[in-house]
């Protein structure tokens, strides 16, 4: 949305006259996307069949959309390693972050862009974060590449559709200008959250996020095509159920019977026929086998498009080494890699930035800016237990790694006083094996 400058009245003028337009094409094009990812497909797919067929079969829905996105979302599979101020986790939800961080990354390969809220619960005392499928960019007519402003709906879910939406609007300072925050109706009506509508932390608490660099629209591509083919699949999956259910019990036909109340069917029942009448039973003339085919092209194609090498089940040959396996995923590796130096280190960085600035205006509380992340390679390696042992004690022979590396390694989830008891442990180990590597020499 462009505005043409940034005068508060300006701004509400524009939105006003713009909020009714809010369930534009776009947002729409948006809740179709997310059906197929959420499993709310069948609306799509019964449009293809009459009433009469799908009353002989269930609809064979896929959901093929939601595993390519979360093929496709590998960097937070599992949660990234944070160099940070130690007082940071005690004031941020650590587990939601995780959560909503790998939910933004398939959202954003699904939609193409994404918004991601960072907010300051007063309930918690903590910031929490907050996926964001549904938002306007707001821009200067000026030219500004960069959007000073954001207007989203509050509580876009469930009943709400059906009720008047409430919007929240936040600007950045910019020269001249300090940043606003409040909410605003379709009708116009603003309701203020503090004294002014200034935004206290000076910018948006909200971080965009792009499947790519933007090229020819601030709005990226889609994974449309996916849904497409989630669709076609769903209704070939169905076509199928439909030809095996007539191909099982066949369709019936009989013809010359001058009273069609003499006909009863069954298996303990011997039908009579007039003279020169003829039953029959027809199934559908389709091959199984080459419409199986057809979907099986059609979903390859569409994965590999995407950098995912196909897994189809397949009875003959031996199952491949891992070195192989890592070969075959070399394209998704290298895709995955791009990712993470163009969209999610960045966003790392703009995000904890946030945080820390909603912190500092909250709590008072000054945290270290020195910010870094390492993020943890997705364990895709086939070992057996002694090709672990092997790995393990090679990489402690050569101080590549500790035993402190290990436990983190192998348990992911591992909270700071599992870690402290782990490092205790450790510490009574070293002068036993001090000792014992003397009587050893």
């Known amino acids: 949305m462009l505005i043409p400058n940034l005068a508060q009245e300006v701004v509400v ?26 499993g709310y497909s069948d609306q799509y797919v019964e449009k293809y069949f009459g009433t009469e067929s799908l009353r002989q079969v269930p609809l064979f829905t896929q959901n093929l959309t939601r595993r390519v996105a979360a093929l496709r979302g590998l960097s937070y599979k599992r949660p990234p390693r944070a160099f940070v101020d130690a007082k940071y986790e005690d004031l941020v939800n650590m587990a939601g972050l995780n959560a909503t961080r790998r939910q933004l990354e398939r959202l954003t390969f699904l939609l193409g862009t994404m918004a991601y809220h960072c907010r300051w619960s007063e309930r918690n005392q903590r910031v929490e974060h907050e996926v964001l499928p549904f938002f306007e960019p707001l821009f200067l007519e000026s030219g500004d590449p960069e959007p000073f402003g954001v ?19 936040w600007t950045e300072d910019r020269p001249g200008y300090a940043g606003q925050h409040y909410l605003i109706d379709t009708g116009g009506k603003i309701t203020s959250l503090n004294d002014g509508d200034i935004n206290p932390y000076g910018r948006m608490p909200v971080v965009f996020v792009h499947r790519e660099n933007p090229c020819r629209d601030w709005f990226t591509a889609d994974a449309s095509d996916v849904v497409r083919a989630d669709l076609s699949l769903s209704v070939g999956m169905t076509e199928v159920a439909l030809c095996l259910r007539l191909g099982a019990i066949g369709i019936k036909w009989i013809n010359n019977i001058d009273n069609e109340s003499r006909v009863e069917m069954g298996v303990d029942k011997i039908l009579f026929l007039p003279e020169n009448s003829q039953l029959g039973v027809t199934g559908p003339s389709a091959d199984l086998n080459q419409i199986i085919q057809s979907l099986r092209f059609m979903t390859e194609a569409t994965l590999q498009n995407n950098h995912i090498r196909v897994k189809f089940l397949d009875a003959k040959g031996n199952s ?22 163009d969209t999610w280190r960045p966003f790392e960085k703009d995000r904890f930035d946030i945080d820390r600035r909603i912190i500092e205006v909250q709590t008072g509380t000054r945290l270290n800016p020195d910010y870094s992340v390492d993020f943890v390679e997705p364990d895709n390696q086939i070992m ?21 590396d290990y436990f983190k390694a192998t348990n992911v989830d ?19 094996n001090r000792l014992l590597n003397r009587l050893q020499s």
Do not use: C
């Open 151 to 169: 207007m989203y709906p509050i509580q876009y879910h469930g009943n709400q559709r059906t009720h008047e939406l409430t919007y929240a609007v």
């Open 384 to 404: 057996t237990v002694q090709d672990e042992i092997q790995y393990w004690q090679w990489r402690f022979d050569n101080n590549l790694a500790t035993p402190e």
């Open 414 to 432: 591992y909270n700071q006083s599992q870690l402290d008891e782990f490092r205790s442990i450790q510490n009574e180990r070293e002068p036993v």
């Open 320 to 341: 491949p080494s891992a070195a192989s396996l890592k070969l075959q995923d070399i394209e998704l590796t290298d895709e995955r890699a791009a990712s993470l130096e």
């Open 13 to 38: 003028n524009s939105l006003t006259d713009s909020l009714s337009a809010f369930e534009n094409e776009r947002n729409r094009h948006r809740e179709y996307l997310l059906d197929f990812y959420e």
